[in-house]
């Protein structure tokens, strides 16, 4: 399905497929959660429609959801397409920390065999930034000597860090934050049952990114902003607020929306300190350092949840005004 909102960057891609230029490596970079997997999916769908006997349908990235290449991609059976992800972890129910090298080595006995349904071999890895430096180093071998008719999607949010090496081997295709308007569609598109106060609310949150605004479908994130914006306004000279806070995102159920307060709390006073200057300024800074580190520090010390709530509401009702 054709990504929304990127309609420069398909064009690219379709114009140099059409014209029989594609390049072998694609680094697609920006925002996280914009869409660049989902263009890496439909680019490497509509590259491998074409090169079979059947045309693809569907107008640009699209391929008709009949078309055998549509439907063996939708089952993950499809012989001549592979794609790179973190694996769940064996214990627990989050992803390993990298791409490991095996997963790359993986790849060899694919490429060693004449492609199956089509003429072609499409590989995407979501994201590249995600794999270890000896994967990274295998990779590059097959960059530098790439399979014939194979193309490979590299999905990066911070290419940066990647091996320049890696860099210089691909075309870039940058992608950014979507409008308004597109961003309605996306989330229509996601949440066809979401309200449409929902929708509007994501759209304000999302910051342009699809991916992004779909994390908070369902927290009532708008509640929780008006609990942040009540604490930097009116403070808690009862310690009322910051108690029913912290109990309510402790409990179990409410793990999702509890990491969205992570993620809320330091960007909220970072937020309020735009607006301030002179000491007010330097305060809201050493407010919001403060609240990065217990954020950061959070989930990955396992800190009580009822307390680091507590202590991050704290932060931002010291930005309340003195009375």
């Known amino acids: ?4 909102g990127h309609g420069g960057q398909v064009a690219a891609f379709l114009a140099a497929m059409g014209q029989g230029r594609l390049h072998h490596a694609w680094l697609l970079t920006g925002p996280q959660g914009v869409g660049k997997a989902s263009f890496a999916e439909a680019g490497a769908a509509r590259y491998l429609a074409e090169g079979t006997d059947r045309a693809p349908g569907g107008t640009g990235l699209d391929v008709a959801e009949d078309h055998p290449t549509a439907k063996l991609i939708a089952a993950g059976s499809h012989p001549d397409y592979r794609r790179l992800v973190r694996l769940p972890r064996e214990k627990g129910n989050d992803l390993a920390r990298n791409i490991t090298i095996d997963q790359v080595r993986a790849l060899q006995p694919f490429f060693a065999v004449t492609p199956g349904l089509s003429a072609r071999r499409a590989v995407v ?15 590059l071998k097959n960059l530098e000597e790439p399979p014939a008719d194979t193309l490979f999607l590299l999905v990066s949010h911070a290419p940066g860090r990647l091996l320049p090496t890696i860099r210089s081997r691909c075309r870039l295709l940058r992608f950014g934050p979507l409008g308004d308007a597109d961003m309605a569609v ?3 598109r996601l949440l066809p049952e979401a309200p449409e106060t929902e929708i509007a609310a994501l759209i304000e949150r999302g910051a342009g990114a699809p991916g992004r605004a779909l994390r908070f479908a369902g927290l009532d994130v708008a509640g929780l902003d008006d609990a942040l914006v009540a604490l930097a306004r009116e403070g808690d000279p009862t310690n009322a607020r910051r108690v029913a806070l ?11 929306r509890y990491e969205i307060f992570l993620e809320r709390a330091p960007a909220f006073i970072a937020a309020e300190a735009h607006r301030r200057s002179g000491e007010a300024l330097a305060a809201a800074i050493a407010l919001w350092e403060k609240a990065r580190s217990i954020a950061e520090s959070a989930v990955r010390l396992s800190l009580d949840p009822q307390t680091t709530v507590f202590e ?3 932060l931002i009702a010291a930005l309340a005004p003195s009375r």
């Open 1 to 4: 399905m054709t990504p929304i």
């Open 312 to 314: 991050l509401a704290s």
């Open 125 to 139: 890895i979501d994201a590249i930034d995600d794999l270890e430096r000896p994967a990274a180093n295998a990779l």
């Open 186 to 188: 996306a989330l229509r």
């Open 246 to 256: 912290a109990r309510e995102l402790s409990l179990k159920a409410a793990q999702p």
